[in-house]
């Protein structure tokens, strides 16, 4: 499917981003949380929980591999 | 009752972390479920495949849309697939694949075309996360993208994909996965690009690395010997691709093929989803968990720790069934499939209080 861009944003190439993040989750299902700050980042493409953490503060923190992309086809 | 069988590619499962060895496995849940779902990584034994009716061959991609109610499963007879090879591939390379193409008409009878060559290298990298999972990229992916476009466009409804990938035949990492203790470092990348064309085509898309040969390894562990009988990765893919679902976004579209077609797997109908038990974090999983699809979470280890504890998810009110190998496995799914308690085949059987 391609991607309809903004009106004012300038289309740029189609990319692949490799990310890892940690994550605190907040209450309710873990996946909207993850695919939420992936989102920040591109649009998630693969990812996965590798790893449960806890923080210096003693919370939970999830560690996220992941791909997202960036930019449209042909251009 | 349909049945989604996870063995998340690139992390080094004991069992399905190979060539193919994950398939007895699925053959097993198939018989056990009457209709399983599973992915490439489960099936695929580069020269080595097995087709049964009873299971849907699904990408990744789509794999985590059907778990999560965005896409149906239509099961066909054939598909037509498309063959996709990387600019990349060194011409006698490409003749090895185009052979095994043509043997698979020949000898199966699949319909497999058109070609089509990408308009450049695609630039396989490969890497490793944080873990230890198996990860990758390309250089390219426009040229990925353009090259399924044509394809879709001459008529093909499926397609197999062959990237050329960075040969490492001295790397200890190769040495490890073939005596049976490593992760395949090519696995991550690979999932990257079917998850690609996937996502783009809407259509079945599988992978298949193209490597030049490896020397003989005396000692190579049985799990990995699949990858080792024949020139190529393609033919499992071409087979497992040939009777792969349609997809069908859902509801939108196939909402009102429910009623005309009694074959069709809405995501409604899931009735488990079986995982390793270190490595519930996966999109499809989390989605299936989410729905309130039982869990049987099975004892297969490999380099991750995210289990159901670690996540919290009993404790969210998900069914979460433990168990120790995946012929247990096996009987949790008989015994949901005939809709008995899996609590009443344990003891000590607790009375209610």
Redesign the interface.
């Known amino acids: 499917m391609s991607q309809v861009g903004f009106a004012a944003a300038p289309l740029q190439p189609l990319t692949l981003q490799p990310l890892q993040l940690l994550l605190e989750p907040g209450p309710g299902a873990l996946r909207p949380h993850i695919e939420a700050a992936l989102a920040a980042h591109g649009r998630p493409l693969r990812w996965a929980v590798t790893a449960v953490l806890t923080t210096a503060e003693g919370k939970t923190a999830l560690q996220i591999e992941a791909v997202v992309t960036n930019g449209v086809v042909g251009v | 009752m349909p049945a989604l069988l996870v063995i ?1 590619t690139g992390i080094g499962c004991e069992q399905g972390g190979y060539a193919g060895d994950g398939l007895p496995v699925a053959r097993l849940l198939a018989a056990a479920s009457g209709c399983l779902i599973t992915h490439p990584n489960v099936m695929n034994g580069a020269s080595l495949y097995w087709s049964d009716a009873r299971i849907q061959y699904v990408e ?2 789509a794999l985590d849309r059907f778990a ?1 109610a965005q896409l149906a499963l239509r099961p066909v007879r054939q598909q037509r697939v498309g063959l996709l090879l990387d600019q990349a591939i060194e011409p006698e390379l490409r003749s090895r694949h185009l052979q095994v193409a043509d043997g698979c008409r020949a000898a199966l009878g699949l319909e497999i075309g058109p070609v089509v060559t990408t308009d450049a290298p695609l630039g396989v990298t490969l ?1 490793r ?3 230890g ?1 198996s ?1 990758g ?2 250089v390219r ?2 040229a990925l ?2 090259a399924g ?1 044509q394809l879709r466009a001459a008529g093909a409804t499926a397609i197999a994909c062959v990237a050329r990938f960075p040969d490492d035949a001295g790397s200890p990492e190769l040495a490890a996965y073939r005596a049976g203790n490593g992760v395949d470092a090519l696995a991550g990348a690979e ?2 690009i079917s ?2 064309l996937s ?2 085509l ?1 259509l079945p898309c599988a992978h298949a690395p193209a490597l030049s040969p490896l020397p003989l390894d005396p000692s190579l562990d049985p799990r990995a010997a699949g990858e080792e009988l024949g020139h190529t990765f393609l033919a499992c893919v071409l087979v497992g691709l040939s009777r792969a679902p349609e997809l069908l976004p859902w509801p939108a579209s196939a909402v009102a093929m429910a009623g005309v077609d009694p074959a069709l797997l809405r995501p409604e109908a899931l009735g488990a989803v079986v995982a390793p038990a270190a ?5 499809a999983v ?2 299936a968990v ?1 729905r309130g699809v039982p869990l049987i979470a099975v004892d297969n280890p490999c380099v ?3 289990t159901a504890a ?3 998810l009993e404790q ?1 009110g998900a069914t979460v069934l433990s168990a120790r190998s995946y012929s247990e496995a096996a009987g949790l799914l008989l015994a949901l499939r005939e809709g008995l308690s899996p609590a009443s085949l344990q003891r000590p059987f607790e009375p209610l209080r």
Do not use: F, K
């Open positions: 998340p990744g991609w999560a890497a996360g944080g873990s999972a990860w990229s390309l992916p426009d993208l353009r476009e999932a990257v998850h690609l996502e783009h809407g490595a519930l974090g996966g999109a989390l989605a989410e991750l720790a995210v670690a996540l919290g969210a």
